[in-house]
């Protein structure tokens, strides 16, 4: 199984200012099949990126991901009041899909 | 515009099973496989296994492997998940969510429905 760590925990930041956002995993996943995920208090988590760095339709440019193999990052350049929340990753190239721990961005 | 649209909440006793149901719109339902995924409180998300309505090929997570059973009936464009032999750790929101351009990346989900084991 693969096994996906996040970091930071939690991230402090002001409105406006950039969030970087680090997932790794344990093993390398096949063909960049990496997503990103956002949720909000009592929400089902919505779709931001897929396959590392395709933005999901309807998500804002603001939002991008990068990397490959092992390490991979979500970038929210100038975040919004609405970007506060949980943030999972979720790798997808191979059975079992796991998703990592999340990263909660608050307010500073 | 693509829903999934779930059961409501339930209560169940250990020992017990419960049968949670997410019903798709807004698209064809046979094309597309259907993920079950849960979230227990102060845990990571966890995937369960999956469904293809068209084929009714089904594949599970080893860590449910003996428990969890989904179905489809395409005439109601409605898929099911079935846990048996409920326990306490078995407390969590279950979302049923589709893949997103065939792959499985989760996009959209259900509105989630909660389920509590308690004696």
């Known amino acids: 199984e693969t096994v996906l760590t996040q970091s930071p925990g939690t991230l402090s930041v002001s409105p406006g200012e950039r969030a970087t956002l680090s997932c790794r995993a344990s093993?390398?996943?096949?063909?960049?099949?990496l997503a990103w995920y956002q949720q909000k208090s009592g929400q089902p988590p919505r779709l931001l990126i897929y396959?590392?760095?395709s933005r999901a339709t309807g998500i804002p440019d603001r939002f991008s991901g990068s990397g490959s193999e092992t390490d991979f990052t979500l970038t929210i350049s100038r975040l919004e009041p609405e970007d506060f929340a949980v943030y999972y990753c979720?790798?997808?190239?191979?059975?079992?899909?796991?998703f990592g721990p999340g990263t909660k961005v608050d307010i500073k | 515009q693509v829903h999934l649209v779930q059961s409501g909440a339930e209560v169940k006793k250990p020992g017990a099973s419960v049968k949670v149901s997410c019903r798709a719109s807004?698209?064809?339902?046979?094309?597309?496989?259907i993920h079950w995924v849960r979230q227990a409180p102060g845990q990571r998300l966890e995937w369960m296994g999956w469904i293809h309505p068209g084929s009714g090929n089904t594949r599970y997570s080893e860590n449910f492997q003996d428990r969890v059973t989904i179905t489809s009936d395409t005439s109601a464009s409605t898929v099911y998940m079935d846990l048996t032999s409920l326990r306490s750790e078995d407390t969590a929101v279950y979302y049923c969510?589709?893949?997103?351009?065939?792959?499985?990346?989760?996009?959209?989900w259900g509105q989630g429905s909660l389920v509590t084991v308690s004696s």
């Open positions: 979720q790798q997808y190239g191979t059975s079992p899909f796991t």
């Open positions: 969510a589709r893949e997103y351009r065939f792959l499985p990346a989760f996009g959209p």
């Open positions: 396959g590392a760095s």
């Open positions: 807004g698209y064809i339902f046979n094309t597309y496989t």
């Open positions: 093993q390398t996943i096949s063909n960049g099949y």
